[in-house]
């Protein structure tokens, strides 16, 4: 691979000003034609990657314990769904595991924070996609001031402390900010009011929200800096073009999948033996 | 559509002759090619209906309840993960809830035998796959006498009270047998043996279930026989080849989901109001 996207969309050392960062851009690919010209073949050494991870945690005498985790945050619109529905698109469910988190249930705001998604984390070969994440924890709950001060500033170590657990047990965690301008946002909404078969998607809370654009801008900005490790680094991805979100996230998967390295397991018992057994059968 | 699959593969009324049920046979179609010509079209549809059915689980003032249980059976190497992937590959993640199930847990088997079931039911709006279910508790659990014949009798009639009972709650339960020979089966064991990429798929117990093929056979015809009913009935798929066996299943899928007619739900809000605060936002 020519360029590489994990440098490329690497989030920049604090401080991050998410306004310096241009959410139309397409660093490492000049058009749309180009990205899904490539894109087929890129889909393909993914899938590839993704069944040798599965694959090497079942056979052999010595399963791996390698896992994947792609966490994806921002704001409503962004592409979180689309991205999921992209990813799912190209890997084998079998080896897949995908969260959604909505509000918090009642259960759920009795354990602490960490605790429903430790719940969902990916077993060993498994590629875990989680649609917002233990980072809502920092985000609408900041935002929107759920727990006292005092008790989401302590947040951000304890989800570093977390993410290097995670990194100890074989998971690599992949951290994707979908940045989108406030315009966008403002379009896709429309987008939605527009289209009857959209109608649903729309919530009257979204307006609400939306006005709190300045408020979780800075709170991801915050998340940015503080939970940007070498461990588990945050990538940026501008999402303003669903091609290119799509684009940047499959190459930042297959790049980080490459580095594990999985490999086909040996087969843990005699090839030719077990032939004559089937054929005897 | 002018065949319906729903017809064409549904279960022969009782006694069930298995080796009667010809499982290299592509009833409705009459070439791969025509398949394959009329797949994207089907799978297309197959989309629309699924996210017609998510939708109006979510939207509206009175969300539907309506789901649907895709039920996976048949003998090692029948093509339930493949069938999985093909699915998978057609419908939105975020509505589909994909369950595979492995030889019960410790902590499962110190519950009734459906109470890992239950627990993995499709929600409203979601398209449910099960890969291998309940039904392994008259099928393994028969043939290889894992707990007494008094108890495994007793799950039949357990099975469709069950059935009936998600029918009532709005769950459409849609039984498939991948029905293979077993030279198909021979064949795709020797292939896995024959390929370093599927060395990982093979078991060495591969043999010895192969080996009491006729039990596994009657335990079916029984299956097949005392659980296909009016409400929740099986169908049986020819699946020696893997195209028609996509092809059918998507089909039943789709002749399924337009009995259930979903429909895209009213907005529940004043859709030019919404329009105005969200241009004024």
């Given at each position: 691979m020519a360029k590489s996207y994990t440098h490329l969309l690497r989030a920049p050392d604090s401080p991050?000003?998410?306004?310096?960062?241009?959410?139309?851009?397409h660093p490492?690919?000049?058009?749309?034609?180009?990205?899904?010209?490539?894109?087929?073949?890129?889909?393909?050494?993914l899938a590839d990657l993704?069944?040798?991870?599965?694959?090497?945690?079942?056979g052999g005498t010595e399963p791996a314990r390698q896992s994947l985790l792609l966490v994806l945050q921002g704001m409503d619109t962004s592409g979180k769904g689309g991205t999921v529905k992209h990813v799912a698109g190209v890997m084998d469910p079998g080896g897949l595991h995908i969260t959604s988190f909505k509000a918090p249930t009642k259960e759920e705001l009795s354990h602490d924070f960490?605790?429903?998604?430790?719940?969902?984390?990916?077993?060993?070969g498994v590629v875990g996609v989680f649609d917002r994440s233990h980072y809502e924890d920092v985000l609408i709950v900041r935002v929107r001031d759920l727990v006292p001060r005092e008790q989401w500033e302590l947040r951000y170590g304890l989800i570093n402390e977390f993410e290097q657990e995670?990194?100890?047990?074989?998971?690599?965690?992949?951290?994707?900010?979908?940045?989108?301008?406030?315009?966008?946002?403002?379009?896709?909404?429309?987008?939605?009011?527009d289209d009857p078969t959209k109608l649903w998607k729309y919530?009257?809370?979204?307006?609400?929200?939306?006005?709190?654009?300045?408020?979780?801008?800075?709170?991801?900005?915050?998340?940015?800096n503080l939970t940007s490790t070498e461990t588990a680094p945050w990538y940026?991805?501008?999402?303003?073009?669903?091609?290119?979100?799509?684009?940047?996230?499959?190459?930042?998967?297959?790049?980080?999948?490459?580095?594990?390295?999985?490999k086909w397991p040996p087969a843990g018992y005699d090839i030719e033996e077990e032939k004559q057994r089937v054929l005897a059968s």
């Open positions: 991050v000003k998410l306004s310096k960062l241009a959410s139309d851009a490492g690919v000049d058009s749309k034609s180009e990205a899904l010209q490539k894109l087929p073949k890129l889909a393909a050494r993704q069944e040798r991870l599965f694959a090497q945690s079942r960490l605790w429903r998604i430790r719940k969902a984390l990916p077993k060993p995670l990194a100890d047990q074989g998971t690599t965690v992949v951290k994707c900010f979908l940045h989108i301008s406030r315009d966008t946002q403002k379009e896709r909404l429309l987008a939605r009011l919530s009257t809370n979204d307006v609400a929200e939306r006005k709190l654009w300045p408020a979780y801008k800075e709170a991801y900005q915050a998340a940015l940026v991805i501008p999402a303003d073009r669903k091609w290119y979100r799509n684009f940047a996230i499959t190459n930042l998967l297959v790049e980080t999948l490459e580095r594990l390295d999985p």
